[in-house]
């Protein structure tokens, strides 16, 4: 089967180099040194800090009670996360460990420092080099806390999102699918916007932002808890305020739900198939529970490194999901000691209420996969706009794989309650979309933005 010309080529190779990958939310902190504790992780003592522990992540912190949004200024942020969550089982009690704390400037401004500890590095190892955390925002002034949840990739410097290693490798594997494709493209493409293009840009630490937002739906704490956190902090040996309590993070719960990971469409002209598995990773959206109703929460990042490989195969036209199935854990936030804390107080450092507070966290992919049609997975194809506008036409007997990609945020099908959840996928060289034109030409396309691009795929015959 013909390439065709050396100009398609070229231009194959500058759309695919182009296929972005999409990078996982974050925020920030600024880390406070002191001495290690027995389990290897830092004792946090006050708020010295120094250029040369490396930046965890750094964001902002905006006050949305009053009626223009405002900086909040000299809340507590403190970066948390809870070892053995993702392999524990109900009735477990699991430490909750600090890993950095800062207060935010007068603009709401934060940067948390912190090094990898031994026991992170230790989880990490277990599941693609990466570990999930939390930030915890704490407003004397608004007596609110808001939670939002953190993934990184462990480096020998420090933390990355997407490291060099992924983007090599994701690349060698483009440069592979080239040898399969012949397909006639749009002169556009060689000049699609780049902006999003990661693996055309220097390797470095890039760590992505994000702004956490105290409003009026945020949970209530105890009156000084902020206050008492830092004191907390600072302090050796036994620290107490009236309503709060040093907590530990008990598993109540674990249930295995199917999780949208994939949304694929194909057309009847084409053979085609989706894959998932081996080193790909997710980013799974948890759910929260203040005491009455589930909501949307932070996202936890798992990757399979069980060497599995989900693939289906389809002779005809397919609009549908991809699942595999996922482990999540629930559980609550527990009084470290009962004689000291009660149901009711809100737990040092988190700000979650003890007794009251539940999370459903995406602990790892269980094994198995499905897929199914469902709400979201409609056939629209590429003949309306503003699909039509960027479409691609691909001819007989051609081939045309993505892989990895523009990762698209779609509904996980999961609910708790009535929360509904989302996920977003891509971040492997072995999500892969294929197609080939068997029995007749097809196009491909995005919505709003060119097929190579696009974070879901449509697809239908020319």
Known sequence: MSLGSETLRGNLMRSLARISIAALTGAALVFSTGGATSTG??????????????????????DTRVRTAQAASGAEVVAWWTPGLAGAKPGDELPIRVVATTRTAADGTYTLR??????????????????????SVLSDTAERVSV?????????GGW???????????????????????????????????????????????????????????????????????????????????????????????????????????????????????????????????????APHTTSHISNT??????????????????????FNIGTFVPVDPRTGSTGDTCYHTGMIAGTTKTAHAAYWAGGFDQKAGKGSEFIG????????????????????????????????????????STKSGYSEHVTLHWHTERGPIFLCGTYRDFPLAGVVHAQNA
């Not at 003592?45 to 490396?54: D, F, I, K, L, N």
């Not at 939002?148 to 020998?156: E, L, N, P, V």
């Not at 003949?383 to 039509?388: D, L, V, W």
Request: proline share 4%.
């Open 382 to 421: 590429c003949k309306k706009n503003p699909q039509k506008q960027y479409r691609a036409r691909i001819p007989r007997d051609s081939d045309m794989e993505r892989i990895s990609g523009h990762a698209a945020t779609i509904s996980t099908g999961v609910k708790f309650g009535v929360a509904s959840l």
């Open 160 to 294: 990355e999102t997407l490291g060099a290693t992924d983007a090599q490798r994701i690349a060698a594997a483009r440069n592979t699918s080239l040898a399969k494709v012949a397909a006639k493209t749009r002169p556009q493409f060689a000049t699609a916007n780049t902006s999003d293009d990661e693996t055309a840009k220097p390797a470095e630490n890039r760590l992505p932002v994000t702004n956490v937002v105290l409003s009026a739906d945020s949970m209530k704490t105890a009156p000084g808890a902020a206050r008492a956190t830092r004191q907390a902090l600072s302090t050796a040996g036994d620290f107490t305020t009236s309503g709060v309590t040093y907590c530990k993070y008990k598993v109540i719960n674990s249930v295995k739900r199917a999780t949208r990971v994939v949304e694929f469409h194909s057309a009847a002209n084409a053979d085609s198939f989706w894959s998932y598995g081996k080193t790909s990773d997710s980013d799974i959206q948890g759910a929260i529970n203040f005491g009455n109703v589930w």
């Open 114 to 135: 912190a090094a990898p500890t031994a026991p992170m590095r230790k989880q990490a190892a277990t599941a693609d080099g990466w570990v999930n955390l939390n930030i």
């Open 148 to 156: 939002t949840g953190i993934s990184r990739r462990i480096t020998d």
């Open 306 to 327: 069980a060497g599995t490989l989900a693939r289906k195969h389809h002779k005809k036209a397919a609009n549908l999901y991809g699942r595999i199935a996922t482990r």
């Open 41 to 62: 992780e830092p004792a946090v003592a006050g708020h010295v800090s120094t250029a040369a522990v490396p930046v965890l992540a750094t964001g902002k912190v905006v």
